[in-house]
Nanobody, 120 residues
Framework: QVQLVESGGGLVQPGGSLRLSCAAS????????MGWYRQAPGKERELVAT??????????NYADSVKGRFTISRDNAVNTVYLQMNSLKPEDTAVYYC???????????WGKGTLVTVSS
């Protein structure tokens, strides 16, 4: 099993930046597809970004709404995944969740989320 703890959320003004962190324990992130998802009030959870070093060499994938503004990265040495968010917009307001997907086990794990509020 993988335990995931997100941090770094908070209140930021439009145009500002935040970096979210997802610290993993129980297994190594380098054997999982890691991803960030978000859920805004009254909406379904949606994919934000993924980092895949398992099935496709190394690749990243982003939702169209965050391309060019968000960057997912990982530090295998400290078993942590990051989401750098720049040029934040009010519509980015949501709870952001970290996900670790095990291709071997066909099983995904979720953190409890961290709230990002973009408002002036």
């Amino acid at each position: 099993q993988v335990q995931l703890v997100e941090s770094g959320g908070g209140l930021v003004q439009p145009g500002g930046s935040l970096r979210l962190s997802c610290a993993a324990s129980g297994s190594r992130i380098n054997i999982h597809i890691m991803g960030w998802y978000r859920q805004a009030p009254g909406k379904e959870r949606e994919l934000v970004a993924t980092s895949n070093s398992i099935t496709s060499g190394f690749s990243t994938n982003y939702a169209d709404s965050v391309k060019g503004r968000f960057t997912i990265s990982r530090d295998n040495a400290v078993n942590t995944v990051y989401l750098q968010m720049n040029s934040l917009k009010p519509e980015d307001t949501a709870v952001y969740y970290c996900n670790a997907y095990s291709v071997l086990l066909s099983m995904g794990y979720w953190g409890k989320g961290t709230l990002v509020t973009v408002s002036s």
